[in-house]
């Protein structure tokens, strides 16, 4: 057959060459309806050549920052979903589905929005995912979500944080891990915590943050809280990370104000600047209390060094939480034996993402079969917006999975940590979570050693 | 207009013209058919960069104004678009001209003091009034500040309206209309008086200067077409991802200096230069992306300094560009003017 | 609210980074004013001069300090190898030309680090980093103190090289008028190697020296860059001196601005700067002459 589509093409061509070398503009519109012949032939023969297969294995598609700045956060992430899935195969697949295996297929954003949702329609429509996870960046998962939405495919988040992205009504999308507002929310229970157990010392906060959305988001629903609780805001600062080389100013602004508490949205490098310009400013509120990013990342944690003492951060998972969450402990020791890591809040997050995923799934799979894709998408869906995972079930410190009409989990939270003289996070909220007894007011910087 | 048309149309050149317009006018029903998203949305981006390189072109080649600031009317077309559209309900249809519009006003007004630098200085101060406006839109809250805008899925029977659709294959006609309609104004407008006034600019401004023609006011001719253009480029970016963020489309590197890697790459000094740039660039840059950088996270980065090995050998080995290269060795015929393609 | 003291306070803080500020756009004064061109790539080697401080000091723990000429000679065999291999080339070629080969420069390095070194931000932890001065409400990091009294040695030592030695004078001869030199039996090629590798070398030891304070990353060179520019443009056209004193002024523009309106506007201010200058002086504060 290939030997007739050769000749074919060879006598095509060289008619077509005639044809041009004639010139003239009639002949010319000829040459191209050729080609044009020539392509579609080409193309159906290309279509008769595609097959179909049986049901051994659901593919779920990923689109992550696989490179690009965040390529670290995203082999993390990556990591997590992989194991993840390792353990549900391993445990026997999807039963209602005669123990089909999960097949993750991963797309890669770099990090920007048009790319992931260029990504998100080659995993969806070429290769025929049922479900998506991912993406991270709140920007990313907002393209991709869409994406998602349009074609009806159900996708899972288990990673950012923007409180816009379950604002939207969209039908498709759920996320397991709590937003930033749910976050600031906990802050406040957490500053109300700290003043019933150390005497009212808090009531003026200054709140600093970089000027990218998760910046700017966090800042806002701190002040709407904040103020709602009854504190009051004594100063805003917001500036541009990716090019301040310089403090100074940003801190005697925050100084000036003199707050009780300083709220902090950074990342790492703008951090760690935060930092240092505070000891040499010698800016001594009676708290300091960062909203995860930058102040948790490991390179933060490495280069701070004993000048992050005391200051309190925000998290969603912490290594010590396994002598509270026994799952937890188990599951991490297996994780760690097989990458030589500890899991973090990313990877756990992820983790568990899947595990969400896949027991919805299951559900879905007793409803309906991945052989019809549209059906079995919509019952990954019906599955997803009425599944209730127990707490106790997951190795988040979380009270459950239980998605409201938005496709928000309305059973998550997030814990305080805070930096002890050993130079690491210890949980010290929620009390059930807690490790440690919170250092309040933070020592000023003349007193430390 | 008629008689361009023809003109453009006839002999070995137009020949060649018809039967790449049959291919691309094909080639996304092959996409579609096929399962090939990828394919065409990598075609929706040659031709946007081809609309935009174009356009760009119109101040760099053929008016001698190096612009590294085309991210400002890529942003504001988008941005324009977008906000049309998502507070007051104006079909893109519309507001995708609206934004290239507002773009061209916007080239006109940063025109006014940008156009008194020369050269250096030109190219200098036009990164700056980018950064400038990425700056200013973060920080602008109409507009959605640092989080950017997306407008929402609306009914099925709206799709037609709001130029919403799945994929890119739609927009890769849409994309080829504007293409066309930049086509049919460009062509006629360098052929014209203007075209050859703004040479003379390039050439030798005091020289054109002397002679009657006033750069600053045909410098300004350009720049309205140029913005236009670029602002549609952008517009067409608003409907088909239909989100819109300062650190996507005011960016430096993958807005302003992809649309100058395209023109200069396929020869500043020829009409389609720009999109036979847009087509070999785009292609390479995207599979260097997906099928190398994917494989090898670690060394991300490798695909920029690609382009840069690219850039360079243009810039030191074939100035003119792969059109100027190919008219060079005899493969493609000069046009009868010389001074403008050679 | 905000108190006098507070000024005083960032207007010292911002002639400490405004003096590293002035390193960067002396180098890019330098190959402008010499060879009339404008080397996109400056902030990149200020990048490099940085990772090559940070690799001597992680792998052989040699202080910053002592890594100043290392940055320095390293710098400037790179420099003098992209004048012979690109710079040289681009000459007399179109100034479309020109500009696109040191952008292709740009992205090689910057990108080539990028792929060599990882995205990620790295850190030098220097023994006196800790160290703080008090005067009164005033407070000084030990290292952007030393920044401030390195560069200020550099620029001294430059000047004294330009007005005393042959090659300085060669140098500015060169700069002046290329025929008459060339006519008066100055080697011009030579000059624009040296030219090309001292102005890139300057800077890198910029990067040396906020190695010392600063987090680095492969992509800084951008913003250091748009620095440069607007230190040079304000300056005026290739002087050496006028942009010392004005990365000075813009650091404390800079960080007298953040003060008063809101922080992340402050390279708005920067670049508003910028553009009104070349609108209203081209010839910059302390230039005399423009092409």
């Given at each position: 057959m290939e030997r007739y589509i050769c000749k074919a093409v060879d006598t095509i061509r060289s008619k077509v060459v005639a044809l041009v070398r004639r010139r003239g503009l009639s002949k010319s519109l000829l040459a191209a309806i050729v080609v044009i012949v020539v392509i579609i032939v080409a193309a159906a023969v290309l279509m008769m050549q595609g097959g179909g297969g049986a049901v051994k294995e659901v593919k779920v598609g990923v689109v992550l920052p696989l490179s690009g700045k965040l390529a670290e956060t995203g082999a993390d992430l990556k990591r997590g979903l992989e194991f993840a899935v390792e353990e549900i195969n391993a445990a026997g697949g999807i039963k209602s589905l005669g123990g089909a295996k999960i097949v993750l297929v991963f797309g890669d954003s770099a990090g920007k929005p048009e790319t992931g949702a260029a990504e998100a329609e080659r995993l969806i429509t070429e290769e025929k995912v049922v479900a998506m996870l991912g993406s991270?960046?709140?920007?990313?998962?907002?393209?991709?979500?869409?994406?998602?939405?349009?074609?009806?495919?159900?996708?899972?988040?288990?990673?950012?944080?923007?409180?816009?992205?379950?604002?939207?009504?969209?039908?498709?999308?759920?996320?397991?891990?709590?937003?930033?507002?749910?976050?600031?929310?906990?802050?406040?229970?957490?500053?109300?915590?700290?003043?019933?157990?150390?005497?009212?010392?808090?009531?003026?906060?200054?709140?600093?943050?970089?000027d990218t959305e998760w910046g700017t988001a966090t800042a806002r629903a701190w002040q709407k809280y904040f103020t709602q609780a009854g504190y009051q805001i004594v100063k805003v600062v917001s500036y541009h990370a990716a090019t301040i080389t310089s403090m100074d100013s940003e801190i005697d602004t925050l100084k000036a104000a003199n707050p009780d508490l300083v709220l902090v949205a950074s990342y790492v490098q703008d951090a760690i600047l935060f930092v240092q310009t505070a000891k040499q400013r010698d800016f001594n509120p009676k708290a300091i209390l960062a909203q995860d990013a930058g102040f948790i990342n490991p390179s933060y944690v490495k280069q701070v060094g004993k000048d992050g003492f005391y200051i309190f951060s925000r998290e969603v998972f912490n290594w010590d939480l396994g002598q509270k969450i026994p799952k937890l402990k188990e599951v991490n020791d297996r994780y760690k034996a097989k990458y030589g890591v500890d899991l973090n809040g990313n990877s756990a997050r992820d983790y568990t993402g899947a595990w969400v995923l896949y027991y919805a799934l299951e559900e879905a799979g007793k409803k309906a079969s991945p052989a019809n894709l549209e059906e079995f998408r919509k019952a990954i869906r019906d599955a997803l917006a009425s599944l209730n995972i127990p707490g106790d079930k997951l190795i988040m410190p979380w009270k459950g999975v239980k998605f409201d009409s938005n496709g928000q989990n309305t059973l998550g939270q997030g814990i305080v940590v805070q930096m002890m003289e050993d130079g690491k996070y210890h949980t010290v909220f929620p009390e059930e979570f807690a490790t440690a007894e919170p250092v309040f007011p933070m020592p000023k910087w003349s007193e430390r050693g | 207009m008629l008689q361009f048309i023809k003109e453009g149309l006839s002999g070995r050149n137009g020949q060649y013209f018809l039967i790449v317009a049959a291919v691309m006018l094909v080639a996304p029903l092959i996409f579609w058919k096929l399962d090939l998203p990828f394919a065409a949305n990598a075609m929706l981006l040659c031709l946007m960069f081809s609309i935009m390189a174009m356009a760009w072109n119109l101040l760099e080649g053929y008016t001698g104004q190096l612009s590294f600031g085309h991210a400002v009317?890529?942003?504001?077309?988008?941005?324009?678009?977008?906000?049309?559209?998502?507070?007051?309900g104006v079909t893109p249809w519309v507001g995708i001209f609206a934004g290239g519009l507002v773009a061209a006003l916007v080239g006109l007004a940063l025109g006014v003091p940008l156009f008194r630098l020369r050269s250096h200085w030109f190219a200098l101060a036009t990164i700056a009034v980018g950064e400038i406006f990425k700056l200013i839109f973060i920080s602008w809250d109409y507009v959605g500040g640092s989080a950017g805008l997306q407008s929402p899925i609306v009914p099925e029977e709206q799709k037609l309206y709001y130029l919403q659709y799945a994929g890119s294959y739609v927009y890769i006609y849409l994309a080829l209309g504007l293409l066309g309609l930049e086509l049919l104004i460009m062509y006629p407008l360098v052929r014209s008086r203007i075209g050859y006034y703004l040479q003379a600019i390039r050439e030798d401004e005091d020289a054109a200067m002397s002679l009657g023609i006033n750069p600053f006011k045909y410098k300004m001719v350009a720049m309205f077409f140029s913005a236009l253009f670029t602002g549609i480029g952008g517009g067409i970016y608003t409907v088909r991802f239909r989100f819109v963020d300062p650190f996507a489309v005011f960016d430096l590197i993958s807005v302003s200096v992809y649309i100058t890697i395209a023109g200069i790459l396929g020869g500043i000094y020829s009409f389609v230069g720009p999109i036979v740039g847009s087509f070999v660039f785009v292609p390479i840059s995207e599979y260097v992306r997906v099928y190398v950088v994917s494989r090898f996270p670690r060394f991300y980065g490798l695909h920029v300094f690609v382009l840069g090995v690219i850039l360079l050998a243009i810039s030191l080995l074939a100035p003119e560009g792969i059109m100027g290269w190919l008219e060079k060795k005899g493969y493609l015929r000069k046009r009868e003017e010389g001074g403008e393609e050679g | 609210m905000v108190g006098l003291d507070y000024v005083a306070n960032a207007v010292v803080s911002g002639i400490l980074i405004g003096s590293v500020y002035s390193l960067v756009g002396m180098g890019l004064a330098l190959i402008w004013g010499i060879m009339d061109v404008i080397n996109f790539a400056q902030g990149d080697y200020m990048m490099l001069g940085a990772f090559i401080t940070y690799w001597a000091f992680t792998l052989a723990g040699v202080d910053p300090l002592l890594s100043v000429p290392l940055s320095f000679l390293v710098t400037f065999a790179l420099g003098v190898l992209t004048q012979r291999v690109v710079i040289e080339r681009v000459l007399d070629a179109p100034m479309v030309s020109q500009i696109t080969a040191t952008f292709a420069v740009l992205l090689m390095i910057r990108y080539g680090a990028e792929a060599a070194f990882g995205p990620y931000t790295k850190r030098i932890y220097v023994p006196y980093a800790d160290v703080i001065f008090r005067f009164g409400t005033i407070s000084l990091q030990?290292?952007?103190?030393?920044?401030?009294?390195?560069?200020?040695?550099?620029?001294?030592?430059?000047?004294?090289?330009?007005?005393?030695?042959?090659?300085?004078?060669?140098?500015?001869?060169?700069?002046?008028?290329?025929?008459?030199?060339?006519?008066?039996?100055?080697?011009?090629?030579?000059?624009?190697?040296?030219?090309?590798?001292?102005?890139?070398?300057?800077?890198?030891?910029?990067?040396?020296?906020?190695a010392t304070f600063l987090p680095i990353h492969p992509e800084m060179g951008g913003f250091y860059a748009l620095i440069a520019f607007i230190v040079v443009v304000f300056g005026g056209f290739g002087s050496v001196f006028g942009a010392y004193i004005s990365g000075i002024i813009i650091g404390v523009t800079e960080s007298v601005s953040a003060l008063f309106i809101s922080p992340s506007l402050k390279d708005v201010v920067a670049f508003l700067l910028f553009i009104a200058i070349i609108l209203v002086k081209p010839t910059g504060l302390f230039g005399t002459e423009q092409r």
């Open positions: 991270y960046q709140s920007a990313v998962t907002k393209t991709v979500s869409e994406v998602c939405e349009r074609y009806h495919v159900p996708m899972l988040n288990p990673e950012s944080t923007s409180p816009t992205l379950t604002a939207r009504g969209y039908k498709w999308f759920f996320r397991t891990t709590p937003h930033d507002e749910m976050f600031a929310k906990q802050h406040v229970d957490f500053v109300n915590w700290l003043n019933k157990k150390y005497g009212n010392q808090i009531k003026r906060i200054a709140i600093i943050h970089e | 009317f890529f942003g504001v077309g988008a941005y324009t678009t977008m906000i049309l559209m998502l507070y007051y | 030990l290292p952007r103190l030393i920044a401030f009294f390195v560069s200020l040695g550099v620029a001294v030592a430059f000047y004294v090289f330009l007005k005393t030695t042959y090659t300085g004078v060669a140098l500015r001869a060169v700069s002046q008028n290329r025929m008459a030199a060339y006519l008066m039996g100055i080697n011009v090629r030579k000059m624009y190697w040296i030219a090309f590798g001292i102005g890139v070398g300057i800077s890198a030891v910029g990067g040396t020296l906020v």
